[in-house]
């Protein structure tokens, strides 16, 4: 696989789509954004939260019916007693669709600097939020889950649990299957009966043909000894054509707990995996050794694949690559905005609009480094 780091910013045109920065609920994260067949934007997050991690994480949506110059407020989809998080969403067929989101127990989490500042009233809803969240709720809510609605949205079906999470979710395939590329979630079944440990969680796909009511495991992402499985997480993919799927990983072995960075092994990258199998058996993830992830996968009707992904250094912002070969190249660092003030950003998605442009959707804090993220996209062309 080769690289190219073409190191170029594109022309590109910004915008908003739910923005309340200064507002107490006024954190967008993690979003997704999907095109029905009509031609109706859908932007998916978890928003009108407090924080980064907070209890409060909400599954909203804001709609566009005018390719994204004017959106609709956000509405509240899902709002458990604990946090909501990750929001995907799949345009199935007419007005058929697919949410994906994951919801998790944060009680333990460690107090940031951020929630350190809050102050005498705001510490309060804090801890009625944390209050909700309770081992009696804990069953029902937290784990990784699917809904599904037949009405573009207006109302949504009963939620299903699934195996695995990813930020973007599930995928169709031309068979008119589903197929969700994601990390592992239950650790239940990950648990070694004899020691009571747990082995470190798996990217593996898993597929649907009722519309999302069932699910069954295909196969696991195998991953080069020298590198920690754990390490690989928030997975996309994208079908090439019958039954040959590419997938890309994130990878950040030097972040959280994991310490476990190689010498010459680049952190917050990506990793591509390709299945010839639809799913079942898939190949060793290799190192594409630049810095940007999570990734998002678009087939352009040019026949363009496009990758759109963060990019946590400095100069902070969202960035794309394209590959014309399927994967066996990729050019990376094409800039669509480096004008980011803080590395809370990005998870962006993207969608072909009517005209052949690109709408790309992220997260990202506007003027200061002190307000809540907003809901921002960026409209822009694929470069010839």
């Known amino acids: 696989m080769k690289t190219i780091n073409k190191n170029h910013k594109l022309k590109s045109n910004h915008g908003i789509v739910a923005t309340y920065p200064n507002q107490f609920f006024g954190y967008f994260g993690w979003p997704t954004i999907a095109r029905m067949q009509d031609g109706t934007l859908l932007a998916v997050a978890s928003g009108l939260r407090n924080y980064h991690v907070c209890p409060f994480g909400r599954t909203t949506i804001c709609t566009s019916s005018d390719e994204g110059k004017t959106w609709t407020s956000p509405r509240v989809i899902n709002d458990s007693p604990f946090d909501d998080r990750d929001a995907g969403i799949l345009s199935v067929k007419g007005k058929d669709l697919v949410l994906s989101w994951f919801t998790t127990d944060n009680r333990s989490a460690i107090p940031s600097k951020y929630e350190k500042e809050l102050s005498a009233s705001e510490l309060k809803i804090w801890e009625q939020g944390m209050a909700s969240m309770t081992d009696q709720a804990l069953t029902d809510f937290v784990g990784s889950w699917i809904r599904t609605s037949n009405n ?10 699934v195996p695995v999470s990813a930020p973007h979710g599930p995928i169709n395939l031309a068979n008119g299957e589903i197929l969700y590329l994601g990390t592992e979630t239950d650790q239940d079944k990950l648990k070694n009966l004899q020691t009571g440990s747990t082995r470190p969680k798996h990217i593996t796909a898993i597929k649907s043909t009722d519309f999302g009511k069932t699910w069954m495991k295909l196969g ?3 991953t080069n000894p020298k590198t920690y499985t754990g390490s690989f997480n928030e997975p996309h993919c994208l079908e090439l054509s019958k039954g040959k799927i590419i997938g890309l990983i994130r990878n ?37 050794g630049f810095h940007g992830s999570p990734p998002h996968l678009l087939k ?35 800039i669509l905005r480096d004008d980011g003030i803080h590395p809370d950003l990005g998870y962006p998605s993207s969608v072909e609009l009517s005209d052949g442009s690109i709408i790309t959707m992220y997260y990202q804090k506007l003027n200061s480094v002190d307000e809540k993220c907003s809901l921002l996209f960026t409209k822009w062309k694929v470069p010839i």
């Not at 573009?152 to 649990?161: C, D, Q, Y």
């Not at 960035?319 to 990729?330: A, L, P």
């Open 300 to 334: 352009h009707s040019s026949g363009t694949i496009i990758c759109a992904y963060s990019f946590r250094e400095k100069p902070y912002g969202i960035r794309v690559m394209i590959s014309k070969d399927e994967g066996k190249s990729w050019e990376y660092n094409y």
């Open 252 to 288: 950040d072995p030097n972040s959280h707990e994991y310490k476990t960075r190689q010498p010459g092994e680049t952190d917050f990258t990506m990793y591509q995996t390709i299945s010839e199998d639809g799913g079942s058996n898939w190949s060793e993830a290799e190192p594409l």
């Open 220 to 222: 696991d992402v195998p």
């Open 152 to 161: 573009a949205g207006l109302s949504w079906n009963e939620k299903v649990r």
